[in-house]
């Protein structure tokens, strides 16, 4: 009887080096954000938490697939099911902190100048004495990498404020969406192998999972192309970055399910399908790991998130509690 053959295939010998390298860098990248956290304050923010996590946990998976790689045949079916669970859900956590910076990229784009991202305060040439009207930098269209010397009359905005945070908000539902079928259709793959009417659910939850995602990212990266080209007042460098998190992150998702109808009859099989010959290998880690190390990489240390997006500590939420919450509430629905 044959079954879905997981992702990544199981840890073999040949995977020693690789996971050793992996295994490293995350380690590496989890004690910088850590150091981060108590030394550079400026740099702190909740918006790239879920990615702090993500990189630790990938510090234990790599550990565990080399241990397993220095003593082949040691992999339990128990790990197995984790690690599966793992690439399905790793890529999804880092777009959720990339959901949570494009909020407050689109949110600080509606608010007069106490609002404005450092670097466009740093830019401003002159400042209007009408309320809620500042002179801002404006966008130019010719490059998502550069900026402009134009200015634009910009007004506070709470109703297209409201607007941008519904719609990050159904994004946010479909990412979860995504995250809980990955687990459940990935955490059930190996133990109801056998059960033909399990197996087939299950795979259609894997196919579920990853269909959420490519339709939000791809949502995302339109809809950063879109806002781009639209939006005065916001530093072009920051929609680059936004179009190249969403570029990294596709590669998983297109990988995953370009990959996922293959078919094996063993876990430990070698043969074609099985994710476990060389070239199979390989291009798991060019189009999976890599991808996903990368964008973790430069949210973690590449970047100055809290700067370059203006996200403050805590992102687009109230730090006072329901007190502020409700008055931004009753501000937008004005």
């Known amino acids: 009887m044959t079954f879905p053959s997981p992702v990544g295939g199981i840890t073999l010998e040949q995977e020693l080096i690789p996971c050793i390298i992996f295994s490293v860098s995350y380690g590496v990248l989890s004690i910088f954000y850590i150091f981060q956290q108590f030394k550079n304050r400026n740099a702190v923010t909740a918006c790239i938490s879920g990615t702090g996590g993500f990189v630790v946990e990938r510090t234990i998976v790599f550990s ?22 793992t690439w ?57 990498f550069t900026s402009s010397t134009n200015t634009a009359r910009v007004t506070d905005d709470p109703k297209r404020r409201f607007r941008y945070r519904r719609m990050c908000d159904v994004l946010s539902v479909v990412m979860l969406a995504g995250y809980i079928t990955a687990m459940v259709g990935n955490a059930r793959l190996i133990h109801q192998r056998d059960d033909a009417t399990k197996t087939a659910e299950n795979q259609a939850l894997r196919y579920v999972s990853t ?34 998190f969403c570029g990294l992150l596709a590669m998983p998702t297109i990988y995953r ?7 094996t009859t063993a876990l430990d099989s070698t043969l074609p399908g099985s994710q476990n010959t060389p070239a199979e290998k390989a291009t798991f880690y060019l189009f999976h790991v890599l991808p996903e ?20 500590r805590w992102g687009d939420v109230s730090k006072f509690g329901i007190l502020k919450k409700k008055e931004m509430v009753e501000k937008e629905t004005q």
């Open 211 to 244: 269909a959420l995602a490519a339709f939000a990212i791809f949502w995302a990266t339109m809809a950063t192309f879109f806002w781009a080209k639209r939006l005065n007042r916001t530093h072009e460098r920051a929609f680059g970055y936004m179009v190249l």
């Open 64 to 85: 565990l697939r080399a241990a397993v790689a220095a003593h082949p045949g040691t992999e339990s079916q128990g790990l197995t099911e984790y690690i599966s669970v």
């Open 257 to 263: 399910l370009s990959v996922m109808y293959n078919q």
């Open 293 to 312: 190390f990368i964008a973790s990489f430069l949210l973690l240390a590449g970047v100055n998130v809290r700067e370059m997006f203006k996200t403050g």
């Open 88 to 144: 399905s859900i790793g890529f999804i956590i880092i777009f959720g902190d990339v959901c949570s910076i494009l909020r407050c990229l689109l949110v600080n784009s509606t608010r007069p100048d106490e609002s404005l991202p450092t670097y466009a305060l740093d830019q401003l040439p002159t400042i209007s004495s009408a309320p809620k009207l500042v002179k801002a930098q404006s966008c130019s269209p010719r490059s998502l």
